[in-house]
Each structure stands twice: as structure tokens, then as C-alpha cells.
Nanobody, 123 residues
Framework: QVQLVESGGGLVQAGGSLRLSCAASGRSFRTYAMAWFRQAPGKEREFVAA????????EYADSVKGRFTISRDNAKNTSYLQMNSLKPEDTAVYYC????????????????WGQGTQVTVSS
């Protein structure tokens, strides 16, 4: 069993930055792939970024590529999402998720989810 808790959301002006954290508890964090998804009001949940269990492989949605960076610190059981050059269209609730070993873009394939953290970008 893995429990995930996100933090770091907030209100920021367009062009600003935020760093989200996802703290994991439970066994074998280092064997889990981590991902971030987001859901804006009235829209479906969408994939943002993912990282494999070693941290050696990452992938991003086209909409955030070059602006967001996903990372992990297995010693701290924590995954991060550094968000730079934020845009109003990045406004959403951001969720972290985990699954064994291999990251995927399909949220339905993830076993564990956090409660979400709100990110609001003002224009």
C-alpha cells in the first residue's frame, strides 16, 4: 500500500513558478513509477509528466514540455514537479499517482493517487 500527499500548490501570476511535492509513505517507494496529472474545471483529467522508478526516464505532455520538470528523491520518498513559465491554462487541481516500475500516460493504469493540490495561474 502506498499513500501519497501533494503539497506546494497556490496562486501565482502568469510567468511565475511553483514546485509541487508528492510525499509517499509505505513500502518500496523506489520501485514505483511516479506521475502527475491535472484536472481543470469542466475538463477531463490529463497526463502532465511521469518518471520511472530509477529517475532515469521521464516523459511529458506536449503542453508542458520545456516548462515543467519532474524529478524524484528516493531517499526522501518524494516526487517533485517544477513548473516554470506558468500560463493561465495551467490552472487545475494537480494529482500525483504511482504504479509499479513503468510510467504510463493512462491514468487508469495507476494504483495510488493523492488528494490533489490546487494550482491557480492569474493573467
Amino acid at each position: 500500500q502506498v499513500q501519497l500527499v501533494e503539497s506546494g500548490g497556490g496562486l501565482v501570476q502568469a510567468g511565475g513558478s511553483l514546485r509541487l511535492s508528492c510525499a509517499a509513505s509505505g513500502r518500496s517507494f523506489r520501485t514505483y513509477a511516479m506521475a502527475w496529472f491535472r484536472q481543470a474545471p469542466g475538463k477531463e483529467r490529463e497526463f502532465v509528466a511521469a518518471i520511472n522508478w530509477t529517475g532515469g526516464s521521464t516523459e511529458y505532455a506536449d503542453s508542458v514540455k520545456g516548462r515543467f520538470t519532474i524529478s524524484r528523491d528516493n531517499a526522501k520518498n518524494t516526487s517533485y514537479l517544477q513548473m516554470n513559465s506558468l500560463k493561465p491554462e495551467d490552472t487545475a487541481v494537480y494529482y500525483c499517482a504511482s504504479r509499479l516500475l513503468v510510467p504510463l500516460r493512462d491514468g487508469a493504469k495507476y494504483n495510488y493517487w493523492g488528494q490533489g493540490t490546487q494550482v491557480t495561474v492569474s493573467s
